[in-house]
């Protein structure tokens, strides 16, 4: 029987041996493993406030001051367009881009009918003036005799109703004479300002009607950015106020002066539409430039601290929170500990932090997802 068992009894306690080596040997590589992590790599940025970050900006679309699209009276084929000379020397009809002047004519309807209709209108009017000449005369010669009781009643009342007649059919054909005058003298599409064409929608040999659009036309010497500012902002802006806009196309500061401001907002955008007048003689400021102008920070209030947006990640400790991290030095070297703000309006890629940050302190600004509380980290310059 002693025989039997020892067999036996030999691979059990070595198979306990082997099993306590294993988990020996991986609590060994465990701890080898946690040390050798090493801090993790970010960027920090200093908290601080900013005048031209605390300042509000505001885009602003360039109109013209006016603009005035010009519409056939008198329908017809169009028989010629004003013609300009293009940049290759030749001559060609007026188009987008090209200056205007008061009173230039910058197209015209064929005329031959127009010019017929006036004739025809004139040829009326001698008619009419005879006739009417006739007619007094013998209402006078009639009042004379009638006066003199060589004429009865009945045939007076007869010679005055047909020289009142007559002179009315005078003033009728005076009246259509001067109708199709002024239908001739529309056949000529004339510029009613100094501007630009901003349009064209007509060719030689087009068929227009009453009412057909023929050029669009503005007044870009006084140019006007219009924007909206919110009604926390609106009392900021007084009319006749001096502001600079910039553009990218046009290099430097460009002054002007609010000359409009909306009395109600906007119904959809809550927002009230301001003008801004910008003498522009050297047509330097375009029709639909974009331009960006600062109505400056509110010297009431202490500009508000800031951070960049990557610096704000959602805080571990309060739902729906958000949080920063700080970096501090400590006895192991740097360490990032969260810290939950309350967060403002964005300015630009910067946030306002309303609360829970100081001045001149240093968050995480890259980097802020992949650590958490306590972590270890090596700032990158």
């Known amino acids: 029987m002693r025989k039997d068992i020892a067999p036996r009894t030999k691979p059990f306690f070595w198979t306990v041996g082997v099993v306590w080596i294993s988990i020996l040997s991986l609590g060994g590589c465990s701890r080898d493993t946690a040390v050798a992590n090493p801090p993790a790599p970010v960027r920090v940025t200093v ?23 010009l519409a056939f009276k008198s329908g017809g084929y169009i028989a010629s367009i004003a013609q300009r000379k293009g940049a290759d020397g030749r001559v060609r009809p007026l188009q987008s881009g090209d200056a205007v002047r008061t009173g230039e004519v910058l197209a015209t309807v064929r005329q031959g009918d127009y010019a017929d209709r006036v004739a025809q209108a004139k040829a009326q009017v001698e008619q009419a003036r005879a006739a009417f000449e006739k007619s007094r005369l013998d209402y006078q010669r009639a009042s004379n005799l009638f006066s003199s009781d060589s004429l009865t009643k009945s045939q007076y009342d007869a010679a005055k109703a047909a020289h009142d007649a007559n002179e009315a059919a005078l003033e009728n054909a005076k009246a259509g004479l001067a109708q199709a005058e002024t239908a001739l003298n529309d056949c000529t599409l004339r510029s009613p300002m100094n501007g630009w064409v901003l349009e064209r929608d007509i ?10 659009p023929g050029f669009v036309v503005a007044d870009t010497h006084v140019v006007k950015a219009v924007f909206g500012v919110p009604d926390t902002v609106i009392n900021r802006v007084r009319l006749g106020d001096r502001q600079t806009i910039t553009t990218i ?25 301001v003008e801004l007048s910008i003498p ?92 958490k509380d306590g972590d270890q980290v090596r700032v990158l310059l």
Not at 332 to 337: D, E, L, M, S, W
């Open 47 to 69: 908290v601080s406030t900013s005048d031209a970050i605390a300042g509000i900006r505001y885009s602003a679309n360039i109109v013209a001051n006016s603009q005035v699209s």
């Open 203 to 212: 060719e030689v040999g087009s068929l227009v009607g009453p009412g057909s």
């Open 249 to 273: 196309s046009v290099p430097g500061q460009i002054q002007g002066r609010v000359t409009s401001i909306s009395p109600s907002a906007d119904p959809k955008s809550r927002v009230f539409s």
């Open 280 to 371: 522009n003689g050297d047509n330097r400021l375009k029709s639909g430039i974009v331009a960006t102008l600062d109505l400056g920070s509110d010297k009431t209030t202490n500009p508000p601290l800031v951070v960049p947006l990557s610096a704000v990640v959602r805080s571990s400790k309060t739902p729906g929170g958000f949080a920063v991290f700080v970096v501090e030095q400590s006895g192991v070297g740097t360490v990032a500990r969260e810290r939950d703000v309350k967060v403002g309006g964005t300015i630009g890629n910067n946030i306002a932090i309303l609360q829970g940050l100081q001045p001149a302190e240093r968050v995480v600004s890259v980097g802020a997802t992949e650590i």
